[in-house]
């Protein structure tokens, strides 16, 4: 499966056998005050910095239309972000996860995140371009 923009993963969930649930964990880069002078340095730079949870939603896949509606969605609540990770809950027997039954998996993804473990999420970039982060 090869997913190269947020629309091939909105079909990828489609096709699934199985109903999804689409998970959003909104962040945001952030100096911490610690950093080095060379951090900041690649911070100014527009380079590293802490990734910082800012919100979290869970959409089903039919719920979405396009990545721009998601961005202009995210304004509502107020939060400049620049990264947005993703992952799916796979629903069984044919029901999709709901909204309740995704709480548990955001918290987790939001927890993993603050702890730079996040190499199972794609992360997507404002424009929904994945990002590959180092």
Known sequence: MSISN???LLRV???QSQPQRLLFVFANAVLPDDATPEQRARFGAG???ALTP???VDKAPEE???FDALVEESRQYGQDWAIVFVASLSGRDGRAPTSKEAD???QRMIESIKSGLFGSFIP???RGEPVLLS
């Open 104 to 106: 548990q998996s955001l």
């Open 124 to 126: 997507f970039d404002r």
């Open 6 to 8: 947020f629309d091939d």
């Open 47 to 49: 380079r590293g910095g």
């Open 64 to 66: 979405l239309g396009t």
């Open 13 to 15: 969930a489609r096709e």
């Open 54 to 56: 800012l919100m979290s």
